[in-house]
């Protein structure tokens, strides 16, 4: 197994774990891949483990962002969607596909790497803080619907 940049042939496996990592939109996930296909983006990176057969077993969505809640730099690497397969956690895979994701920043002469998670997400806090990701805010959002619709 390795990890390397998402290619168009990985498209079915891509799209499996975006549904398994963000479930209801299959849609607008099968529109996203489609679209950072075929109008490539250089603030854009996606980083696989790639099983062999044309399995995967996991990947890192990247963005660059102008801001981050606690980073001081004007462009941010950004961690936008972070999955690995049941089997494959807890044996490095998530730290490798974060590697990847900040090695790709430094290039591009970035100095800070962000992310967040759910609030109730304790996988994810853990994970974060283990590879070296500090806590800088937490945010609890509000609605209220003026019209009476839930």
Not at 69 to 82: D, P, V
Request: proline residues 5%; contains cysteine; negative net charge.
């Amino acid at each position: 197994m390795k990890i390397r940049r998402v290619v168009p042939s990985d498209f079915p496996e891509w799209l499996r774990m975006r549904d398994l990592l963000w479930p209801g939109a299959p849609e607008d996930h099968e529109r996203e891949i489609i679209e950072f296909f075929e109008k490539p983006n250089p603030d854009l990176a996606t980083f696989v483990i790639d099983c062999g057969g044309n399995r995967l077993g996991g990947f890192v969505e990247t963005n660059i962002r102008d801001y981050a809640e606690g980073c001081s730099s004007g462009r941010i690497g950004y961690i936008e969607g972070w999955y690995v397969d049941d089997p494959l956690r807890r044996q490095g895979w998530g730290g490798r596909l974060l590697q990847a994701a900040e090695d790709w920043a430094r290039e591009l002469g970035l100095s800070e790497m962000a992310s967040d998670c759910d609030i109730a997400n304790e996988v994810s806090l853990l994970a974060h803080t283990a590879l070296g990701y500090e806590e800088v805010e937490r945010v609890i959002c509000f609605r209220k619907s003026l019209d009476g619709t839930p």
